[in-house]
């Protein structure tokens, strides 16, 4: 019974055994909500409690759901491939932060299923938040054995790859959300970029070092673009001045450089673990 119990707990392996990665990972995972669990007890937070709560949970929601389109990429440039052993974590914590951000928007209307349904139907950016969140629902039920027996392994694949929908449905649904400051949101698209554009270097160009550097300057500069051009349509700003804006390091550094910077980091990464790779490794990578 104790080694059956084991093997569902979120911190073993397959075998049972404790696994240090599988649980610094729950505890990174858990932390968000621990957090807000804290600053809920402790009254730190506004007038509006649970207004602050449900932004917070949907922030940590595509955070999180970012974090789990970074586990392959990072397994495959780090040549770390334990990794796969918390990619599941990751993607469940995702769902799980989203659907804890949408009961508490259901419980901040009072459970007022005929005023949630209004809102859901006429408020765009909010049925584009659902949609994101049918989907990872899906993907959650599914993300077990059981699902990879029932749907096959092709099938199995064929839906999972539908993440892409809900993690750019989701950014989406930040970004018209966050109205006029929508920095966090064009950092978090800059990195979903990032992270799609390692899956395209990978499949043409096998994550060679200039294949990489070339996606962190392109994803950058988009990310640039995104922010420069989302400012000045609310604003009425022009687009090149907002653009200089963000390209100047005086105020603050801006999303378009992170992305590039972890864009780059990613690609020295590469080109490390290609330099000194084993001999072994080296041609199993060949």
Known sequence: MIDTLALWMPWTDRAGRLSWLKLAAFLALIAPAGWMLL???????????????????????????????????????????????????????????????????CLDLQYNWIEIAMELALRLFLTIGLAATLIMAALGVTSNDWGIRKLGAKG????????????????????????LDVTQAVLLAGLFGLAMAFRIARKRFNTGFWALVVSAVVCGLA???????????????????????????????????????VGLAIAVLAAARARFAPPNMARAKK
């Open 39 to 105: 600053e809920w007890e402790a009254g730190w937070l506004s007038a509006r409690p649970i207004a602050d709560l449900i932004r917070e949970s949907g922030d940590w929601a595509l955070r999180v759901l970012v974090a789990s389109l970074a586990v392959t990429p990072l397994r495959f440039v780090a040549r770390w491939n334990q990794l796969i052993l918390i990619r599941r974590a990751v993607g469940l914590a995702a769902l799980f932060y989203t659907l804890l951000h949408i009961w508490l928007w």
């Open 156 to 179: 199995w694949n064929r839906l999972h790859a539908w993440v892409y929908a809900a993690a750019a449905l989701s950014v989406l649904h930040f970004f018209m959300e966050s109205k």
């Open 223 to 261: 990310t640039a673009l995104v922010e420069a051009f989302s400012y000045s349509v609310s604003t009425r700003v022009p687009f090149n001045r907002v653009l200089e804006a963000n390209l100047d390091f005086s105020y603050q550094i801006r999303p378009a450089w992170w992305v590039l910077l």
